[in-house]
């Protein structure tokens, strides 16, 4: 796969069905769910421009919704999160990165950790807030939002490095 969009929609697609069909239904004791889709952001090179990401990141969150028959809370929480990226990455990469290149381990090093770890945290926020209805928020949604945060970050950071050794940090 030379194209580095040829790529990226495929390992959507991947991402999308694994999201909807395979996480979502899990309820780790009824209360974690993981969410894995956020990672998608990290397979654009570092030069995305934030109108390219928007539209991604709203695309596939409509995508889970459409799928999931969740009512745009994934398209909200995932285009403010693609939307966001793009200062948090110029904040964490250095100057003279190409652009071609994508956010992962060998480009930023610990700092895609750190990438992740932000992007995960606002797509969090927004998805549970949404989900609370922007009202007092319960012990259960509280608990749900932990779990479900420490659950998708644990299966993130391992995707990260799947993805990001070898060839694969490459865009060109």
């Known amino acids: 796969m030379n194209s580095p969009y040829l790529r990226f929609a495929l390992f959507s697609v991947l991402f999308v069905a694994l999201q909807v069909w395979v996480l979502s239904p899990i309820a780790l004791f009824r209360v974690a769910t993981p969410y894995l889709y956020p990672f998608l952001l990290l397979l654009l090179p570092v030069g995305t421009s934030r109108s390219v990401l928007c ?41 003279n990165t190409p652009e071609h290149l994508l956010p992962l381990f060998p480009t930023l090093r610990g700092r895609a950790v750190l990438l992740l770890t932000l992007l995960l945290l606002i797509h969090h926020v927004l998805l549970y807030s949404l989900e609370a209805g922007m009202g007092l928020a319960s012990w259960h949604l509280l608990l749900s939002f932990g779990t479900g945060y420490a659950f998708s970050w644990v299966l993130s950071v391992m995707t990260l490095f799947f993805f990001g050794t070898g060839e694969g940090a490459r865009a060109k």
């Open 55 to 95: 539209v991604v990141g709203f695309v596939l969150g409509f995508l889970i919704d459409f799928f999931g028959l969740t009512p745009g809370l994934h398209a909200s929480a995932l285009t403010l999160t693609a939307f966001l990226r793009q200062p948090i990455l110029y904040l964490l990469t250095e100057k």
